[in-house]
């Protein structure tokens, strides 16, 4: 089973200011995929930063960045410079990886219950 | 290149009606899954497809099906609505070998 836990239902931000987003997870998948999605009030989920399990370095995407602590099962995103259109619903999620003779296939993903970031000028 | 579309964007119906939702995947993406997203539940997993398979589902009732066909489009289908489908269903597309998953814009479904 996996599980995503964001503790934050709410986050304010001053425009151009850095802001940290939290996530843990817990999952029995030795291999798995961690995710940061944005969701605008227009619905749509649009992806931002992924991060494997095994990855040595933590994943960086322009002004995002996956601090990933294994030990810890923390996921944290880091955005930095934050501007107005950065103001939405951000999801974790993850998903399990499993390799067989048939090659590599994916689990569900599971998401957390979502941070609203709002950021101000 | 193209997005993942999902049509319609939005749908009124009344309880007890049935519903078909449509989801294109990206060019050359043949896995398919589909969420459901409500205020007090959050994201769900309905269920997913690959090459015309069903490879997971979710723990929803058997009123929710889906389907995917040849061209990896899929559709969804709710049979006798409840007022606790009202929600946002959203399909994401991605490549068997690939981790990452992109979503469509969604279908916004209200049931009166």
């Known amino acids: 089973a996996q599980k995503i836990t964001q503790t934050q239902p709410g986050m304010f931000v001053q425009e151009k200011e850095a802001v940290t987003l939290d996530c843990t997870y817990d999952?029995?998948?030795?291999?798995?995929?961690l995710f940061w999605y944005k969701q605008p009030s227009s619905g749509e989920m649009i992806f931002l930063i992924y991060q494997g399990s095994y990855d040595q370095q933590n994943a960086t995407e322009g002004r995002y960045s996956l601090n990933f602590q294994k030990a810890r099962k923390s996921a944290n995103l880091v955005i930095s410079a934050s501007q107005l259109g950065d103001s939405a619903m951000y999801f974790c999620a993850m998903r399990g990886r499993r390799t067989n003779a048939g090659g590599t296939s994916y689990g569900k993903l599971t998401f957390g219950q979502g941070t609203i970031l709002t950021v101000h000028p | 290149k193209a997005g993942v579309t999902q049509t319609p964007r939005y749908l009124i119906k009344t309880r007890g009606q049935q519903v078909t939702l449509s989801c294109s995947p990206i060019?050359?993406?043949?896995?398919v899954s589909w969420y459901q997203q409500t205020p007090g539940q959050g994201l769900q997993f309905l269920f997913e497809y690959f090459s015309e398979t069903q490879r997971n589902k979710g723990n929803f009732p058997g009123r929710f099906s889906g389907r995917q066909f040849s061209n990896s489009r899929s559709e969804m289908n709710v049979s006798t609505l409840e007022l606790g489908d009202s929600a946002l269903y959203l399909c994401a597309s991605s490549r068997r070998d690939s981790t990452e998953a992109f979503f469509g814009q969604g279908t916004r479904l209200t049931v009166v």
């Open positions: 060019s050359g993406h043949r896995s």
């Open positions: 999952t029995s998948d030795p291999s798995y995929g």
